[in-house]
């Protein structure tokens, strides 16, 4: 398609005034931006942003939770020419200052006076940002750099007024192979990298993926992953190009809530969320024992239908008939917290167990796990509606060739792939091998063409006995149980593998006042015999399904969750292992005590 983002933009102000380019919640309320006026919207702050001097190829930086004035800034700066730099709102000063610095933009969005506050600690380091945008601020401001979103779309209602065709021009006058953005991996180790996509890389992307999906204007998005993650942006251009309605939640905290308010027919989401999800139902089911009968009831026959569903093999009348009823008294109930109006679920960013994309299709809901990175923008293979496999990550898409080297490393050739790493020439030279992106992840092929992601070639871990085990398959097991919120394996070079684990705190409170346990504190209830009894049973049966060089041999529990804002977990939710290795090496030392294994 020879098109870039911003042609898609320009033609979409035609859509009929009944369709919503956006809904957010405002004073107890959801309102809604129609596609002319959101278009308009872009106009004035594109036009403005060109007063303030941003050219073609200069960068804009976003620092933002998601919210849709992000999504604004983002087209607004796309359609000028700019260069999107996302910014995660969690990253520190330090890192704040490291992105800023490698992509030298001219102007700076900010959320709020809490984010400007990170990077007012920074600022006298980054000289070359000019203007500074504050988009949710009211008042007056006693700096030069400083501006409000008010006073942005004040001026670019003056520009709009003096040329009413400039913005259209500039919309149509990019090209597929120009930068658009620098996305900044968030990465388990090392300095991020500035990940460079044109605009023919993020259209390759959502044409291929949306008409695979077969997502239209009727369709409406419930989004609240950040939009300095690939995926979340994928969510976010798609509707562009195919017209659905992005509702922006209020926050990760309110999702439950803005889930049964928005009622979206599409949930785009990173795999814990659906673990959070799934380990909500079985702790409210195991509070009482005829909850549990029933329940595990519902699941066999939902699992029966799903298998025949899977095969597109006929079901007998008793069986539908069985499953009416599961779903009248369970999956309904699910689905209903869900908003009750999903066709399915799509899940990117990290592997998915397959014991739960099984058991919500059980349930009724369909989630779908593709695959991809930052490099590639975001999914080059993908499960859809009409042809999934369950513990795969999909089939390729559109133009991708995937070859698996040797060592097992899945490669990929595409216009997905990226341009390069920005400023960096050496490593963008060490991930192409014949014309061919080195993802780093281990994988294979079925013979049905679906791709299985095993783990990452650099978390593999070795034991000292030789045996190569893959940590993400033991910490995906032990994440099943409904008590554990995260894992850590460790057990490279040493005589067998072990575990830290930590609690999810509202399951265990849960657990503790169903059985009427009294502690002072949480960490108290995490130490005390009747938690370490209950984890010890969900590693040994982790264990069950493990060759016994897999198996882990001891395990501690931590009396906190990891967090993002410790440093413990990247933007997507996935754990730093060297931060936490190194962070808890005394407790790992202790695991590896003189025959001190306890499972």
Same mark, same amino acid.
Request: aromatic share 10%.
């Given at each position: 398609?020879?098109?870039?983002?911003?042609?898609?933009?320009?033609?979409?102000?035609?859509?009929?005034?009944?369709?919503?380019?956006? #809904?957010?919640?405002?004073?107890?309320?959801?309102?809604?931006?129609?596609?002319?006026?959101?278009?308009?919207?872009?106009?004035?702050?594109?036009?403005?942003?060109?007063? =303030?001097?941003? +050219?073609?190829?200069?960068?804009?930086?976003?620092?933002?939770?998601?919210?849709?004035?992000?999504?604004?800034? !983002?087209?607004?700066?796309?359609?000028?020419?700019?260069?999107?730099? %996302?910014?995660?709102?969690?990253?520190?000063?330090?890192?704040?200052?490291?992105?800023?610095?490698?992509?030298?933009?001219?102007?700076?969005?900010?959320?709020? @006076?809490? =984010?400007?506050?990170?990077?007012?600690?920074?600022?006298?380091?980054?000289?070359?940002?000019?203007?500074?945008?504050?988009?949710?601020?009211?008042?007056?401001?006693?700096?030069? $750099?400083?501006?409000?979103?008010?006073?942005?779309?004040?001026?670019?209602?003056?520009?709009?007024?003096?040329?009413?065709?400039?913005?259209?021009?500039?919309?149509?006058?990019?090209?597929?192979?120009?930068?658009?953005?620098?996305?900044?991996?968030?990465?388990?180790?090392?300095?991020? $990298?500035?990940?460079?996509?044109?605009?023919?890389?993020?259209?390759? /992307?959502?044409?291929?993926?949306?008409?695979?999906?077969?997502?239209?204007?009727?369709?409406?998005?419930? &989004?609240?992953?950040?939009?300095?993650?690939?995926?979340?942006?994928?969510?976010?251009?798609?509707?562009?190009?195919?017209?659905?309605?992005?509702?922006?939640?209020?926050?990760?905290?309110?999702?439950?809530?803005?889930?049964?308010?928005?009622?979206?027919?599409?949930?785009?989401?990173?795999?814990?969320?659906?673990? #959070?999800?799934?380990?909500?139902?079985?702790?409210?089911?195991?509070?009482?024992?005829?909850?549990?009968?029933?329940?595990?009831?519902?699941?066999?026959?939902?699992? /029966?239908?799903?298998?025949? $569903?899977?095969?597109?093999?006929?079901?007998?009348?008793?069986?539908?008939? /069985?499953?009416?009823?599961?779903?009248?008294?369970?999956?309904?109930?699910?689905?209903?917290?869900?908003?009750?109006?999903?066709?399915?679920?799509?899940?990117?960013?990290? %592997?998915?167990?397959?014991?739960?994309?099984?058991?919500?299709?059980?349930?009724?809901?369909?989630?779908?796990?593709?695959?991809?990175? &930052?490099?590639?923008?975001?999914?080059?293979?993908?499960?859809?509606?009409?042809?999934?496999?369950?513990?795969?990550?999909?089939?390729?898409?559109? !133009?991708?060739?995937? @070859?698996?080297?040797?060592?097992?490393?899945?490669?990929?050739?595409?216009? @997905?792939?990226?341009?390069?790493?920005?400023?960096?020439?050496?490593?963008?030279?060490?991930?192409?091998?014949?014309?061919?992106?080195? &993802?780093?992840?281990?994988?294979?092929?079925?013979?049905?063409?679906?791709?299985?992601?095993?783990?990452?070639?650099?978390?593999?871990?070795?034991?000292?006995?030789?045996?190569?085990?893959?940590?993400?398959?033991?910490?995906?097991?032990?994440?099943?149980?409904?008590?554990?919120?995260?894992?850590?394996?460790?057990?490279? *070079?040493? +005589?067998?593998?072990?575990?830290?684990?930590?609690?999810?705190?509202?399951?265990?409170?849960?657990?503790? *006042?169903?059985? *009427?346990?009294?502690?002072?504190?949480?960490?108290?209830?995490?130490?005390?015999?009747?938690?370490?009894?209950?984890?010890?049973?969900?590693? #040994?049966?982790?264990?069950?399904?493990?060759?016994?060089?897999?198996?882990? +041999?001891?395990?501690?529990?931590?009396?906190?969750?990891?967090?993002?804002?410790?440093?413990?977990?990247?933007?997507?939710?996935?754990? @730093?292992?060297?931060?936490?290795? +190194?962070?808890?090496?005394? *407790?790992?030392?202790?695991?590896?005590?003189?025959?001190?294994?306890?499972?």
């Amino acid at each position: 398609m020879d098109i870039t983002i911003t042609d898609m933009l320009f033609t979409a102000k035609d859509r009929p005034p009944h369709l919503a380019a956006t #809904k957010s919640k405002s004073k107890g309320e959801w309102t809604g931006l129609g596609w002319n006026e959101f278009y308009h919207y872009c106009e004035k702050i594109g036009l403005a942003l060109k007063f =303030l001097g941003v +050219k073609k190829g200069d960068r804009v930086a976003v620092l933002s939770n998601t919210r849709v004035e992000w999504q604004l800034a !983002d087209l607004s700066t796309l359609a000028i020419g700019g260069v999107t730099v %996302p910014i995660y709102q969690s990253n520190t000063p330090d890192e704040i200052l490291y992105v800023l610095n490698d992509s030298k933009p001219k102007v700076l969005f900010c959320e709020d @006076k809490i =984010l400007y506050g990170k990077f007012k600690a920074i600022a006298e380091k980054c000289p070359f940002i000019e203007k500074v945008i504050l988009m949710t601020e009211n008042g007056e401001l006693n700096n030069d $750099k400083l501006m409000l979103w008010t006073e942005l779309l004040t001026l670019g209602q003056r520009e709009v007024e003096q040329n009413s065709n400039a913005f259209a021009q500039l919309c149509g006058s990019n090209d597929l192979d120009q930068m658009a953005t620098i996305i900044y991996t968030s990465g388990t180790t090392g300095n991020p $990298k500035g990940v460079v996509l044109a605009h023919r890389q993020i259209v390759s /992307e959502i044409v291929e993926l949306f008409d695979l999906l077969s997502v239209d204007s009727r369709d409406c998005t419930l &989004t609240f992953l950040p939009f300095a993650h690939v995926v979340g942006r994928i969510e976010m251009w798609g509707s562009i190009y195919k017209g659905y309605t992005v509702a922006y939640a209020e926050s990760i905290d309110r999702i439950k809530r803005n889930l049964e308010e928005v009622k979206p027919t599409l949930l785009i989401a990173v795999p814990r969320i659906f673990e #959070k999800i799934y380990n909500g139902i079985l702790s409210q089911v195991q509070t009482n024992k005829l909850k549990q009968n029933m329940f595990a009831w519902a699941i066999r026959v939902g699992a /029966e239908i799903s298998r025949h $569903k899977l095969n597109r093999e006929s079901t007998s009348l008793v069986k539908l008939l /069985e499953y009416k009823l599961a779903k009248v008294l369970v999956f309904d109930t699910i689905n209903q917290k869900l908003g009750g109006r999903l066709r399915f679920a799509f899940s990117g960013g990290a %592997p998915l167990s397959k014991s739960i994309g099984e058991f919500f299709h059980a349930a009724g809901l369909l989630i779908l796990e593709g695959y991809g990175l &930052t490099e590639t923008t975001a999914a080059v293979t993908v499960n859809t509606p009409l042809h999934y496999r369950f513990g795969t990550v999909g089939t390729a898409i559109g !133009d991708v060739d995937i @070859k698996i080297a040797d060592d097992g490393e899945v490669l990929i050739k595409s216009d @997905k792939v990226m341009k390069e790493y920005y400023n960096n020439p050496e490593a963008t030279k060490e991930v192409f091998l014949g014309g061919y992106f080195a &993802t780093g992840d281990i994988g294979e092929i079925n013979d049905e063409g679906f791709l299985r992601i095993t783990d990452r070639k650099k978390d593999l871990i070795k034991t000292a006995g030789g045996k190569y085990v893959a940590p993400q398959k033991l910490e995906g097991l032990l994440k099943l149980n409904p008590y554990i919120s995260n894992v850590l394996i460790h057990g490279d *070079q040493r +005589k067998y593998v072990v575990a830290l684990v930590t609690l999810d705190e509202a399951s265990v409170q849960k657990y503790a *006042q169903t059985n *009427q346990l009294s502690f002072s504190s949480f960490e108290d209830l995490a130490k005390s015999d009747p938690i370490r009894n209950l984890i010890h049973e969900a590693v #040994k049966e982790a264990n069950g399904q493990l060759a016994s060089y897999e198996t882990i +041999k001891n395990f501690e529990i931590l009396p906190h969750d990891f967090t993002i804002e410790s440093g413990e977990l990247t933007p997507s939710l996935k754990v @730093k292992r060297k931060v936490c290795d +190194k962070k808890y090496s005394e *407790q790992i030392d202790r695991l590896y005590g003189t025959d001190n294994s306890t499972l």
